[in-house]
């Protein structure tokens, strides 16, 4: 046990068997045709503009996509209706594509996908 009574805990969580960035991740799209059997959950701000690209390459491939859209900083309950939308169309995907809240998001409702517990379970209470 540590000083002030508090005992550490081990966390166990299951990422990503791959992740990938740049400035035209829509170029991976035939490396992931395995995860887009179901089709992938795009999470991405208010504007659709930097994704038409992939979503159009998607497209051309015959596969569909799901849009979840981000607006401010993530809450538990966008994360929540995101993860329950992306499990209700069996995507074994989730794409981020935009600024910090978005990939934030992205991640969390990926995370969530794959490992068990609530959401709360993950989260650090400050204060």
């Known amino acids: 046990m540590r000083p002030g009574g ?3 805990c ?10 990938f960035s ?15 059997e179901n089709g992938p959950f795009v999470v991405l701000g208010n504007s659709s503009e930097r994704i038409s690209g992939l979503i159009e390459q ?9 849009e979840f859209h981000v607006s401010g900083e993530p809450t538990v309950e966008t994360i929540l209706s995101g993860l329950e ?6 995507c074994k995907l989730v ?4 600024g910090g809240s978005v ?5 969390a409702i990926a995370a969530l996908m ?8 993950y989260l650090e209470v400050v204060g």
């Open 85 to 90: 939308q992306a499990q209700a169309k069996s």
């Open 95 to 98: 794409i981020g594509i935009g």
């Open 58 to 66: 998607l497209r051309e491939n015959g596969i569909s996509i799901s």
């Open 114 to 121: 794959k490992n068990p517990g609530q959401i709360y379970d």
């Open 6 to 8: 508090v005992e550490p």
């Open 22 to 36: 740049g400035r035209e991740p829509s170029r991976n799209a035939a490396r992931l045709q395995s995860y887009l």
């Open 103 to 107: 990939i934030d998001t992205g991640k």
């Open 10 to 19: 081990v966390l166990n969580l299951q990422l990503p068997h791959e992740s």
